[in-house]
Nanobody, 115 residues
Framework: QVQLVESGGGLVQPGGSLRLSCATSTDISKINLMAWYRQAPGKQRELVAAITSGGTTNYADSVKGRFTISNDNAKKSVNLQMNSLKPEDTAVYYC?????????WGQGTQVTVSS
């Protein structure tokens, strides 16, 4: 079984930065796709950023230019650098791992952007 553990969430003021990390138990170089999703209270879970095993990235329009997703094969982790944070970025952020026929979710980490 694949396990995903998120870390790095917390409280930050608008304009600040946070770096989220998702640690896995498997060789991520052989995983098709890893992604970060988020879910705010009363809203559906939405895709924030994704990265393929080949290094191709994709971002939600709302975070493009502010967030950067990256992988670290040696550490078996996927990271999300979040800059210029806005109150509307407040949500629980979830790591997701996908390979053919299977998907795995982390338990989430809270990000709160407030002054």
């Amino acid at each position: 079984q694949v396990q995903l553990v998120e870390s790095g969430g917390g409280l930050v003021q608008p304009g600040g930065s946070l770096r989220l990390s998702c640690a896995t138990s498997t060789d991520i170089s052989k995983i098709n796709l890893m992604a970060w999703y988020r879910q705010a209270p009363g809203k559906q879970r939405e895709l924030v950023a994704a990265i393929t095993s080949g290094g191709t990235t994709n971002y939600a329009d709302s975070v493009k230019g502010r967030f950067t997703i990256s992988n670290d094969n040696a550490k078996k982790s996927v990271n999300l650098q979040m800059n210029s944070l806005k109150p509307e970025d407040t949500a629980v952020y979830y790591c997701y791992l996908h390979r053919p026929g299977l998907g795995y979710w982390g338990q989430g980490t809270q990000v709160t952007v407030s002054s």
